[in-house]
Structure formats: C-alpha cells, structure tokens
C-alpha cells in the first residue's frame, strides 16, 4: 500500500496509520489532531499582542539587550565621525568657492588692464588680496576638519573593537530574525494541523468505501472537529499570516 500523503510544512508527510484499520487509524488520528491544535493554539497564543513573546525571542533577548546596549555606548563615537564627514565636506566646498572667487577678480584685474581700466585696478587688488587671506582661511579649516575626522575614525575604531560597528538598525534586525522564527514555527503548527485534517477525512472516506452503509465515525469530537472545520480553516488559512 503506498498510504496517504499529505502535506507538511511544505513537504509530503506520509500518514504514519495507513496500514492500521480504517477505525483505529481514524482514533489515532484524532488524536494527533487534538495534540497538533493544542500547539497551534498555544504557538498562537505566544504571539497575540500583550502576550509573552515565542520561545525564538525570549531565547535571542539576552543577544538583543546585548546589541542594544552596545549601539547605545558606540552611538557617539560614530555620531562624531559622521559630523566630522560633514564639516569636512563643508570646509573643502568653502575652499572651492574661495579659490573661484579668487580666480574670479584675477581674471577681471587682466580684463581691465588690457582694456586701459587702470581706475579700477588697485580696488580689484585689494579685493584680490582679501580673497587670497579668504583661501587661506579655508584650507586651514579644510586641515583641521580632516585632522579632527582622522581623531574621530580612530577613536571609533578603538571602541568598536573586533566586534564591528553596531547601531540600532542591528538590534531591530536580530528582534525581527527572531520573530520571524516564532511565526515560521507557528505556520508550520498550523500546517501540521491542516495536514492531519485532510488525512482523518480522506480515512472516513476510506471507511465509507470499505463498509458502505457504515455510520462516518464522526461521533468522536475530534473528528467531528475535522470534518466540520476543515473547510472552514481552509478558506481562512493565512488570516494569521504575519
């Protein structure tokens, strides 16, 4: 006899009674069915709002408080280096804008002498001299800015350690990886459930066709759950899906 394949978490679970008569098989199955709802419900019941969180999580907390500290007394120090990349930015655009203006009144100064303006000559110097100190400001901000972005990175890196930068954004991945685990593992509950409900009403099917005009063994509650719920779950089969 090949038995009855259902599925199962995504793959084909043979039924472990299809050899046994078709009334002890149906027994056994319910009762699979009563142990399979039962973890469903209390799977379930891990991941309603308020309640206490599935066992993936609870065991990851330690790992996820211990991120969250960790990001906490790192966030400074890269906050530092970040500011440093933008007064750095800043300093080398000022240093551009300095040098243009520069470059700016040192072409207007040979403009105007090659068309005799010799009047406004000794102004555009002065405003050239100006913007020569201007350039020379800026490169000095442009230096301290790297030199400060320089102290930054080190100063992260010391405290980082071997164990890498680490912010927020990896504490809330670890929380997430974990919660994903909880409803995977209740998914699969809920598919070992739909997987038994499909054999215990294929094994009343067989029942029926081995002793026509036998009465369904339906008056057992579990099975009598089966073959009225089935359906009905089945039309409502991803209601829980995260």
């Not at 406004?120 to 110097?125: E, I, S």
């Not at 809330?172 to 499909?198: F, P, Q, S, T």
Request: proline residues 4%; charged residues 30%; aromatic residues 4%.
């Amino acid at each position: 006899m090949t038995g009855d394949m259902s599925s199962d978490g995504g793959e084909f679970v043979r039924d472990p009674y299809v050899d046994l008569p078709p009334a002890e098989r149906i027994s056994q199955l319910a009762c699979d069915l009563h142990d399979a709802r039962t973890r469903l419900e209390e799977l379930q019941s891990l991941l309603t709002p308020g309640a206490e969180a599935g066992r993936h999580f609870v065991a990851a907390q330690p790992e996820i408080d211990r991120l969250a500290h960790e990001a906490d007394r790192q966030r400074p120090y890269w906050l530092a280096v970040e500011d440093g990349w933008e007064r750095l930015s800043d300093a080398e655009e000022a240093n551009l804008d300095a040098r243009r203006h520069f470059h700016t009144l040192l072409t207007r100064i040979e403009q105007d002498r090659t068309d005799g303006g010799e009047t406004a000559v000794p102004w555009l110097d002065s405003q050239l001299s100006e913007a020569a100190r201007a350039i020379g400001d800026a490169e000095s901000r442009r230096d301290q800015a790297t030199s400060d972005l320089a102290a930054a990175s080190e100063t992260l890196l010391d405290q980082v350690g071997l164990g890498g930068l680490i912010t927020h954004d990896d504490v809330d991945k670890a929380r997430n990886d974990a919660m994903d685990l909880d409803y995977i593992e209740r998914n699969l509950a809920r598919e070992r459930v739909e997987a038994i409900e499909g054999q215990l009403l294929r094994a009343n099917g067989t029942l029926q066709r081995s002793s026509p005009g036998s009465e369904l063994i339906e008056g057992h509650p579990f099975a009598h759950a089966a073959s009225r719920t089935f359906g009905a779950e089945s039309g409502h089969a991803h209601e829980w899906e995260r």
